[in-house]
């Protein structure tokens, strides 16, 4: 089992709608969960952090699920510019190396 | 300016090559990382340097040599790298090793092992 997991998509969705995709972990002892976002042939770049009470970013809402380890993210009114690939990414603070990111969940907004 | 500049963006080699690449960070952090990151995979952790000592070394091959001269730059070395090694190689900096997991990328080197 893959330590972390995302559904790698594509997720293809017409502008404006809601769009939501999960992510999911196997170390129980991960304490940090971030979703980054990736643009085609760029560096990635943290979008936000997901905290255990969740937490909102305008469009954007993060949920942590720690009894079923996943984490989620949610955008709302979907912009074209939302267009990306979404690494998830969980820290259990023991070392670098436990910084894992997801694969990746591919978004494509369409007009 | 970004905070963390990664040259070359592209470089091509040969197999018996060698060549750098080059990260400088502006954000006055303590840990620098070099990740690969490959079609549908992934991004893999290379190695960690702390305060420019190598902390964590992911079972790379000798053909990828690390370089921290200081907490601001880092280098990669390759070396009769393989056609499997073309990759895209981000550096990344945190502010301490045991960060919480926010790293700050360059826009990473893209690699093409002929």
């Known amino acids: 089992r893959k330590e972390v997991e995302q559904d790698p998509g594509p997720f293809n969705v017409p502008e404006g709608a809601t769009v939501a995709f999960n992510c999911t972990y196997s170390n129980s002892a991960s304490q940090s969960f971030f979703w980054y976002r990736q643009d085609c042939r760029k560096e990635p770049k943290l979008l936000m952090s997901v905290y255990s009470s969740g937490n909102e970013d305008g469009r954007f809402t993060a949920q942590l699920n720690r009894a079923s380890q996943y984490i989620s993210l949610l955008i709302r009114d979907s912009k074209l510019s939302d267009s990306a690939t979404y690494l998830c990414?969980?820290?259990?603070?023991?070392?670098?190396?436990?910084?894992?990111f997801g694969s990746g969940t591919r978004l494509s907004i369409r007009p | 300016e970004t905070g963390v500049t990664q040259t070359p963006r592209h470089l091509v080699m040969g197999m018996t090559n060698k060549k750098s690449l080059k990260c400088e960070q502006h954000l006055g952090h303590n840990a620098m990382y070099w990740y690969k990151q490959s079609a549908k995979k992934p991004l893999e952790l290379m190695f960690v340097?702390?305060?420019?000592?190598?902390?964590e070394n992911n079972s790379v091959p000798s053909r990828f040599s690390p370089e921290c001269p200081n907490s601001s730059h880092l280098f990669l070395h390759l070396h009769t790298l393989q056609p499997e090694d073309s990759a895209l190689y981000l550096c990344?900096?945190?502010?301490?090793?045991?960060?919480?997991?926010?790293?700050?990328f360059g826009e990473g080197s893209r690699l093409t092992v002929l």
């Open positions: 340097y702390s305060l420019e000592e190598r902390v």
């Open positions: 990414v969980v820290n259990d603070h023991s070392s670098a190396s436990k910084i894992i």
């Open positions: 990344a900096s945190s502010q301490d090793r045991t960060s919480t997991g926010e790293l700050f």
